[in-house]
């Protein structure tokens, strides 16, 4: 009898951790976790809203273009956006569609907030790029997208607006091709253009999305069409508008190459879809083929191995800092990437910089600025922890091993200013506020050696009004700026502290130097010629454009 028991109780055990095993790992397949990128004004934030609107998060996408009612965009939550209609900051959104746990990270466009950007990519396994149909592919697209195929992540590419006029399709996927050096292939094409547009065929599908110029709020619904030959089609779009269609899509099929989802994986073929995402349309088309045929979260690599989401011990890294998130509550939340294992509630784990354990009673997943207390998260899920200052950016979370993840990057600024205390009954205020919005990564704060004065770097200069605007509406406190003129701020790394070459450099360029926040040291070059020349001078002192070399 006693062996039937133990028998019994063994095989109940094995079926329960087959069971959680398994339910582990359908939770990972079941993940998307993508970052939406584009040059300012592609309409990056309003296809993000109806992605949400179309997976049932929301009932009414804000009206984005529209000041004059008081909405704004879900993922632009912070004041500062509301008022310039542009995103500053990295958001994050959840949402479940299909039985897929959709994560959005929606990113800042404008080139003066690209290192958030830059940041946000370490944390995501695909990309959708979004290209605005009249401008083609712009600068900082360029620029995003060469991170992005550094990497290999995975890119969708969506060109929108399609209802205004704009360049050919065929010109549009051409300037994709040469500038962004993709190799693409359309998974729909448009059926006219601008006042032309009638509706786009889904090639993926097979079938046909035709535009009623009025859908802002409803979504609509799409005719199946498996023959392109069937003269039902010159009824539906009219004789010139069919063959039009027929001969693009003859055209599209002699020269790109058919759809492949591996390769589309190993980002080596970026599939295209056409639409506007204003007028919600095309939006379901992308919606329901990227979570398909986009990847569920994937290993990362640490310094010390590569990582597999389906390992059991939870591993996961900071990508992102930000504080006062919900100015009532004057909160500071690290956003955490789940890279393996699950993250419980009230579990302790390892914070590596630190070498102590912590333990975290609410962990939040975003909606937005919207927050919600989570019992258990997996990968590819961001989580938000309320941090009194333990992290850093690049900081590693694991269950035990030492384990760091890097590659997030961080970059020398290019703009510099002095900071000053324009109220002095706010010292306390604005010390602070420094303190926290640095830890963020939005600036990097400098203290001269010679006489204590703190410089501010940024990599745009309108963060510089981004952080005079959240140091007054957030911590109370007023600052002002003065030029400070420096070209380059480099990390000094010299071979031998004692060395003299590094005792003459720090006595020569000692009203040049500075200390970061850490307390590295740093040379503030003032022109390109004074950096070469200080590198020829001095060869045993390395000199860094970033804060990790070591």
Not at 5 to 24: E, G, P, Q
Not at 200 to 227: C, P, Q, R, V, W
Not at 351 to 363: D, E, I, T, W, Y
Request: net charge negative.
């Amino acid at each position: 009898m006693l062996y039937f028991f133990v028998r019994s109780s063994y095989l109940f055990a094995l079926f329960l951790c087959k069971f959680l095993f398994m339910s582990f790992k359908e939770e990972i397949v079941r993940r998307r976790t993508f970052g939406i990128i584009s040059h300012p004004d592609a309409g990056k934030t309003t296809l993000t809203e109806k992605l949400l609107l179309f997976g049932g998060a929301i009932q009414e996408a804000g009206a984005v273009k529209n000041n004059k009612i008081k909405k704004s965009a879900t993922s632009d939550f912070m004041e500062i956006e509301r008022q310039r209609g542009i995103s500053v900051a990295t958001s994050v959104l959840a949402f479940i569609y299909k039985d897929k746990k959709i994560n959005i990270l929606d990113t800042p466009g404008h080139k003066d907030f690209a290192e958030d950007t830059f940041r946000t990519l370490t944390a995501v396994d695909s990309v959708i790029v979004v290209i605005d149909v009249a401008k083609g592919v712009e600068t900082q697209t360029e620029k995003l997208v060469e991170v992005c195929r550094m990497r290999n992540i995975p890119i969708i590419v969506f060109i929108n607006k399609l209802d205004r006029e704009g360049k050919d399709a065929f010109d549009l996927l051409d300037d994709v091709e040469q500038k962004l050096g993709l190799s693409v292939t359309p998974l729909s094409f448009p059926i006219g253009m601008g006042y032309d547009f009638k509706g786009i065929y889904n090639i993926y599908e097979k079938n046909i999305n035709l535009f009623s110029g009025d859908s802002k709020k409803n979504i609509e619904d799409t005719i199946a069409f498996d023959d392109i030959q069937n003269p039902e089609l010159d009824q539906i779009i009219g004789d010139k508008a069919a063959e039009e269609l027929r001969d693009n899509l003859d055209l599209v099929h002699g020269v790109y190459p058919a759809f492949d989802k591996e390769k589309y994986l190993e980002g080596k073929q970026q599939p295209v879809f056409f639409g506007s995402a204003l007028n919600n349309f095309g939006v379901r088309e992308l919606l329901d083929c990227f979570i398909e045929i986009a990847p569920s979260p994937q290993p990362k690599m640490a310094e010390e191995r590569m990582v597999d989401s389906n390992e059991k011990e939870l591993t996961g890294f900071v990508f992102k800092i930000h504080a006062n998130m919900d100015p009532k509550h004057r909160d500071r939340l690290a956003f955490i990437k789940i890279v393996s294992g699950t993250f419980e509630r009230n579990k302790p784990y390892l914070h590596v910089r630190q070498g102590k354990k912590l333990k975290f009673s609410s962990p939040n997943a975003f909606f937005a600025e919207k927050k919600e207390i989570v019992d258990i998260s997996y990968p590819g899920d961001i989580v938000g922890l309320h941090d009194t200052g333990n992290f850093k950016i690049g900081d590693t979370l694991t269950q035990g091993e030492k384990l760091n993840y890097k590659g997030i990057p961080s970059f020398s600024p290019e703009h510099f200013r002095y900071i000053n205390n324009a109220d002095p009954m706010k010292a306390k205020q604005l010390y602070k506020g420094i303190d926290q919005l640095m830890d963020e990564g939005v600036a990097q704060l400098f203290t001269l050696e010679l006489n204590g004065r703190k410089v501010i770097g940024t990599v745009g200069a309108l963060q510089f009004e981004v952080i005079q605007y959240r140091l007054e509406h957030e911590y109370g406190a007023k600052c002002s700026y003065e030029n400070f003129p420096v070209y380059k701020a480099c990390w000094v790394e010299p071979e031998d502290i004692k060395d003299e070459e590094f005792k003459e450099f720090k006595r020569v360029k000692q009203k040049f130097l500075a200390q970061d926040k850490s307390g590295q040291l740093v040379f503030l070059a003032d022109s390109q010629f004074s950096l070469q020349m200080t590198q020829q001078k001095y060869p045993s002192v390395k000199l860094h454009f970033t804060s990790e070399f070591n």
